[in-house]
């Protein structure tokens, strides 16, 4: 029953910058990973940045390493997307998801996730 409401998202020139956050409530304690996942017009659902608080594992999708940034207050029960350098491509909306702890190393997974944010849009224009 944890519960996550994402924001931060907007319409930005190519090249830009956005900060999406996610809040979290409820027993956040079972989220084992939390992360960024985005689903833009015709494509499926896919996984943008993952971290792990148990060791701070961060992982990123290829199409984002070196632009986004994942990372977490743990005091404010926030998670954190930050995106540099946005391209049309980023173009989707964007999710705050949470899993509890599983035996994989599928992050990426959308399916894995267990509880999951209502949604931010961000458009980047060219």
């Known amino acids: 029953q944890v519960t996550l409401v994402e924001s931060g998202g907007g319409s930005v020139q190519a090249g830009g910058s956005l900060r999406l956050s996610c809040v979290a409530s409820?027993?956040?304690?079972?989220?084992?990973?939390i992360g960024w996942f985005r689903q833009a017009p015709g494509k499926e659902r896919e996984g943008v940045a993952a971290?792990?608080?148990?060791?701070?594992?961060?992982y990123y999708a290829d199409a984002v390493k070196g632009r986004f940034t994942i990372s977490r207050d743990a005091a404010k029960n926030t998670l954190y997307l930050q995106m540099n350098n946005l391209k049309p491509e980023d173009t989707a909306v964007y999710y705050c998801?949470?899993?509890?702890?599983?035996?994989?190393?599928?992050?990426?997974?959308?399916?894995?996730?267990?509880?999951w944010g209502q949604g931010t849009q961000v458009t980047v224009s060219s």
């Open positions: 998801a949470a899993g509890r702890l599983r035996l994989t190393l599928r992050w990426a997974d959308p399916s894995l996730c267990d509880y």
């Open positions: 971290t792990f608080p148990v060791n701070g594992a961060t």
């Open positions: 409820g027993p956040t304690a079972s989220a084992y990973r």
